[in-house]
């Protein structure tokens, strides 16, 4: 029981992000359109100056930021660095760091927890998870994520990309209840400030009751995502903002 809920806790924070990213891009076109439409109807006039640029040499110079070739980090010892996005974390000591197999596999058995009919195979190809660490005494768990803007729909929103995040992630998780909190927080790691919310996710028939918390920033053309679980602590990512090296 113990371990199907960590895996399962540990796979949200993988697969989350991955399924609201480029598995169709005609899917993703249409829930942020349908998100777009509704935030419009609450404040038109906020969307409108998110959406359109009155400069066209701005938005050239964006094109060109969302072709950046992405890097992947680098595990030094217990040291996550990743200097595409000038980010550093050192992995506390009693944590595992996962290998991408590791990830691949834990995912696949979350998602069958869950009651997805997603394919982990997909979800790993849609994102990149660089980097994962467990705690398996405490069910704790830190994963970094990057997805391709260029894939996005043209002149998203952090709003719109959060909200389809959320959609996404009932659709991968249908047996599980998720109640989201703490939107519209923000917090800086590394020098990137990052939106934040989180969720508490409970499955039932497992008996599971997890926290997780998420930061986001689009750094170089690329979103991050910042994904940590709770596990069976108290504990939240405040908890861990010194393990971030500047």
């Not at 595992?96 to 995912?107: A, F, G, N, P």
């Not at 058995?109 to 998870?129: M, N, R, T, W, Y």
């Amino acid at each position: 029981m113990k371990k199907i809920s960590l895996l399962l806790a540990f796979m949200l924070t993988m697969c989350s992000f991955a399924a609201c990213g480029d598995k169709d891009d005609n899917d993703d076109e249409e829930k942020l359109s349908s998100v777009s439409d509704n935030e419009k109807d609450k404040d038109d006039d906020d969307n409108d100056e998110k959406k359109l640029s009155s400069n066209p040499d701005k938005d050239k110079d964006d094109d060109d930021e969302k072709s950046g070739e992405f890097e992947r980090g680098t595990v030094e010892g217990n040291v996550y660095t990743n200097e595409f996005c000038g980010l550093t974390f050192e992995t506390p000591d009693d944590w595992t760091i996962y290998s991408d197999e590791q990830i691949k596999e834990t995912m696949g058995v979350g998602l069958e927890a869950g009651g997805s009919s997603l394919d982990a195979d997909k979800l790993v190809e849609s994102a990149v998870c660089d980097f994962a660490a467990v705690n398996q005494g405490t069910g704790e768990s830190i994963a970094f994520t990057f997805e391709n803007v260029s894939k996005f729909p043209e002149n998203y929103t952090m709003d719109q990309y959060i909200s389809a995040f959320k959609l996404s992630t009932k659709a991968a998780m249908p047996n599980a209840d998720i109640d989201w909190h703490m939107d519209g927080e923000k917090a800086e790691l590394c020098g990137i400030e990052f939106d934040t919310f989180g969720s508490d996710v409970k499955i039932e028939e497992y008996g599971l009751d997890i926290t997780q918390e998420y930061c986001l920033a689009e750094v170089n053309g690329y979103m991050l995502s910042i994904a940590y679980t709770s596990g069976y602590t108290s504990k939240s990512m405040n908890d861990y903002t010194d393990c971030f090296k500047d």
